[in-house]
C-alpha cells in the first residue's frame, strides 16, 4: 500500500545549528503535504505545509522543500532552539476531498546545548 | 489563537464498555476529523465528517465506531463496545475547509482499556 515515511528516527543538533529532517513518500497521486510538530502529551501541531504545484515554500524559521521527481520531502529549520525539541511528523494527502492525512513515523529532534 | 479542546485528556474503561470522546473544534471549521496513535506508532486516520455526515473513513473505523455532531459546538467519536486494542491517543482535528488546508489538531484523549 502507499506509505510515508522518514529516513532518520532520531536526529541530534546543537543548538544554533541548522536541521533538516527528511521525509520520502511513495504516493505519487499525493498533492498536498504538511509538515506536523508533536512535544511530548500534546497533539500536532502544524508547521508549515506545501501544495504540489510549488517546489519550496518558507515560514519562520522554516522552510519546506518539495522533490516530485524523487518523491521526496525536508523540514530546514533555521537556528535551532530548545523550543524545537519534539518529534516532527510528515503528512500527506491525495486530492481535494476531506480525506484524512496519512502521517509518517516521525523523526525525534533533540537540541542539545 | 482558537485551538481544537478534547475531553477527557484520560479516559480509562472496562473492556467491553462503551466510551465517548469529546471535542470542541475551532468555531468556524467546518470539516471535523478523528485520528487515533497508538503508543510509539504513526498517527492514523479515523474518519471525517462534514455537514453532519461521514466524508471518508478509514479501515479502523468499523461498526465499533460511530460520530456525531449533537449542537453547534461538540463532535463526539463513540466506540460501542471496546476492545483492548482500543487503547491509543485519539486525536480530533478540524478544518476550514476541505482540499488542500491544514488540519488543527487537540492535545488528545488517552483511552486505556483494562
Known amino acids: 500500500g502507499e506509505s510515508v515515511g522518514l529516513h532518520l528516527p532520531t536526529l541530534s543538533v546543537q543548538e544554533g545549528d541548522n536541521s533538516i529532517i527528511n521525509c520520502a513518500y511513495s504516493?505519487?497521486?499525493?498533492?498536498?503535504f504538511i509538515w506536523y510538530k508533536q512535544e511530548s502529551g500534546k497533539g500536532p501541531q502544524f508547521i508549515i505545509d506545501?501544495?504540489?504545484?510549488?517546489d519550496k515554500r518558507q515560514g519562520q524559521r522554516v522552510t519546506v522543500l518539495l522533490n516530485k521527481t524523487v518523491k521526496h520531502l525536508s523540514l530546514q529549520i533555521a537556528a535551532t532552539q530548545p523550543g524545537d525539541s519534539a518529534v516532527y511528523f510528515c503528512?500527506?494527502?491525495?486530492?481535494?476531498?476531506?480525506?484524512?492525512?496519512?502521517f509518517g513515523k516521525g523523526t525525534h529532534l533533540i537540541i542539545q546545548p | 489563537e482558537p485551538e481544537v479542546t478534547q475531553t477527557p485528556s484520560h479516559q480509562v474503561t472496562q473492556m467491553g464498555q462503551e466510551v465517548i470522546l469529546r471535542c470542541v473544534p475551532i468555531?468556524?471549521?467546518?470539516?471535523f476529523y478523528w485520528y487515533r496513535q497508538i503508543l510509539g506508532q504513526k498517527v492514523e486516520f479515523l474518519v471525517s465528517?462534514?455537514?453532519?455526515?461521514?466524508?471518508?473513513k478509514s479501515e479502523i473505523f468499523d461498526d465499533q465506531f460511530s460520530v456525531e455532531r449533537p449542537d453547534g459546538s461538540n463532535f463526539t467519536l463513540k466506540i460501542r463496545s471496546t476492545k483492548l486494542e482500543d487503547s491509543a491517543m485519539y486525536f480530533c482535528?478540524?478544518?476550514?475547509?476541505?482540499?488542500?488546508?491544514?488540519?488543527?489538531f487537540g492535545d488528545g484523549t488517552r483511552l486505556s482499556i483494562l
Open positions: 503528512a500527506e494527502k491525495e486530492g481535494g476531498g476531506a480525506d484524512g492525512l496519512t
Open positions: 482535528a478540524s478544518s476550514f475547509r476541505d482540499g488542500n488546508q491544514p488540519q488543527h
Open positions: 504516493n505519487s497521486a499525493s498533492d498536498y
Open positions: 468555531s468556524n471549521h467546518l470539516y
Open positions: 506545501i501544495r504540489s504545484n510549488m
Open positions: 465528517f462534514y455537514n453532519n455526515e461521514i466524508s471518508e
